[in-house]
């Protein structure tokens, strides 16, 4: 039995995809940490892919309700790891406690099972196992002990392995094998019945917005304010579209540019026509997803330069270079100007 842990949209899909190829019996754990996960539960039930789907309340609990989780596992959870035999428990997403907990209980009953993390993302690419844990959390599984379930996970599944920058100790890299067109059809079928049909129209130029100003960094959000003011008062363009981040609370007033709702999820909504546009952003992952998820290629515009490098996190820079390359053998094009007469010349 082969079981995977998620808790996201994103790794419904890399879940999806790697099921495709393994000829074993599956059991989903979904938490409850996104919107329609109880839909996803109840669709991914009926799809025949997965032995069970363990749904995992958890939103909905207080900090002290999910901390005491963390300690002394539900019945629900204990149940499904007695039922069956595992042979390999695939974590995908970060929640460090509740997966060394997860690790402790299945270790005592399961001796022979392996453990592994799943792609969540670039992060995994660039070192977010190792280098995004929280201190607290570090703090709290010292003190108890529980530290040393981790390093029971032993190999990192990646749909494009060749782009890893970071150097994980002790993780054999494992490649998901590319996804087929007839693939992609079927994966995003199940996903529509989730989410409903998510479609983007026709674009040029897509601008995927990001939340620097919740985050503090005012002189990043100012220069990325600049560029999309600028394509707005000087847009010769049809079809040019704003997707704003889903925790951005600031509106923009942007006539000349036509809003995406910013609920849609990009990842599943992207079709082959994204191939022929534009997609402009300072540093967003979701830029990558169309090829790391689908293969398509379209002409990419980092403004991470154009901004100040302190936009980008630690090794990320390496990433984009190691990506460039790959896209570019695709046939994909990627400019990342330093000023902006080079910016703009790439924009019209």
Same mark, same amino acid.
């Given at each position: 039995?082969?079981?995977?842990?998620?808790?996201?949209?994103?790794?419904?899909?890399?879940?999806?995809?790697?099921?495709?190829?393994?000829?074993?019996?599956?059991?989903?754990?979904?938490?409850?940490?996104?919107?329609?996960?109880?839909?996803?539960?109840?669709?991914?039930?009926?799809?025949?892919?997965? !032995?069970?789907?363990?749904?995992?309340?958890?939103?909905?609990?207080?900090?002290?309700?999910?901390?005491?989780?963390?300690?002394?596992?539900?019945?629900?959870?204990?149940?499904?790891?007695?039922?069956?035999?595992? !042979?390999?428990?695939?974590?995908?997403?970060?929640?460090?406690?509740?997966?060394?907990?997860?690790?402790?209980?299945?270790?005592?009953?399961?001796?022979?099972?392996?453990?592994?993390?799943?792609?969540?993302?670039?992060?995994?690419?660039?070192?977010?196992?190792?280098?995004?844990?929280?201190?607290?959390?570090?703090?709290?599984?010292?003190?108890?002990?529980?530290?040393?379930?981790?390093?029971?996970?032993?190999?990192?599944?990646?749909?494009?392995?060749?782009?890893?920058?970071?150097?994980?100790?002790? &993780?054999?890299?494992?490649?998901?094998? /590319?996804?087929?067109?007839?693939?992609?059809?079927?994966?995003?079928?199940?996903?529509?019945?989730?989410?409903?049909?998510?479609?983007?129209?026709?674009?040029?130029?897509?601008?995927?917005?990001?939340?620097?100003?919740?985050?503090?960094?005012?002189?990043? !959000?100012? /220069?990325?304010?600049?560029?999309?003011?600028?394509?707005?008062?000087?847009?010769?363009?049809?079809?040019?579209?704003?997707?704003?981040?889903?925790?951005?609370?600031?509106?923009?007033?942007?006539?000349?540019?036509?809003?995406?709702?910013?609920?849609?999820?990009?990842?599943?909504?992207?079709?082959?026509?994204?191939?022929?546009?534009?997609?402009?952003?300072?540093?967003?992952?979701?830029?990558?997803?169309?090829?790391?998820?689908?293969?398509?290629?379209?002409? &990419?515009?980092?403004?991470?330069?154009?901004?100040?490098?302190?936009?980008?996190?630690?090794?990320?820079?390496?990433?984009?270079?190691?990506?460039?390359?790959?896209?570019?053998?695709?046939?994909?094009?990627?400019?990342?100007?330093?000023?902006?007469?080079?910016?703009?010349?790439?924009?019209?």
């Amino acid at each position: 039995m082969i079981g995977f842990w998620c808790g996201s949209p994103y790794h419904l899909l890399i879940v999806l995809h790697m099921c495709r190829t393994i000829n074993k019996r599956k059991v989903l754990f979904l938490y409850d940490t996104f919107p329609r996960a109880s839909i996803a539960t109840d669709v991914l039930r009926k799809s025949g892919i997965f !032995e069970t789907v363990v749904f995992i309340r958890d939103r909905e609990n207080g900090r002290i309700k999910r901390w005491y989780q963390h300690i002394f596992m539900s019945k629900e959870l204990k149940d499904a790891f007695r039922c069956y035999e595992y !042979e390999n428990i695939i974590f995908f997403g970060f929640d460090i406690v509740k997966i060394a907990g997860v690790i402790k209980f299945v270790k005592r009953i399961h001796p022979k099972c392996n453990f592994s993390w799943g792609e969540d993302g670039v992060g995994s690419y660039i070192g977010i196992y190792e280098n995004a844990i929280p201190f607290k959390s570090v703090l709290w599984m010292r003190c108890s002990g529980m530290f040393r379930y981790i390093s029971y996970i032993n190999t990192l599944y990646l749909t494009h392995p060749n782009l890893l920058v970071y150097k994980y100790k002790n &993780l054999n890299v494992k490649e998901i094998s /590319k996804i087929s067109y007839a693939e992609r059809s079927s994966i995003k079928k199940i996903l529509s019945n989730i989410f409903g049909e998510c479609t983007l129209p026709d674009i040029n130029l897509l601008i995927l917005q990001q939340p620097f100003g919740q985050d503090n960094k005012k002189s990043i !959000e100012k /220069k990325q304010n600049e560029c999309i003011r600028y394509i707005n008062d000087n847009n010769s363009l049809n079809h040019v579209y704003i997707k704003l981040h889903p925790r951005e609370t600031d509106i923009y007033s942007v006539p000349n540019i036509e809003l995406i709702d910013k609920k849609i999820l990009f990842e599943l909504a992207v079709d082959e026509r994204i191939n022929m546009s534009t997609i402009l952003t300072v540093n967003s992952t979701a830029a990558l997803t169309p090829f790391l998820l689908w293969g398509y290629t379209p002409k &990419l515009i980092f403004l991470y330069r154009f901004c100040g490098n302190e936009s980008l996190v630690q090794n990320m820079s390496e990433f984009i270079s190691k990506f460039t390359i790959e896209y570019e053998k695709e046939g994909g094009i990627i400019k990342i100007p330093a000023n902006e007469e080079v910016l703009y010349e790439n924009l019209f």
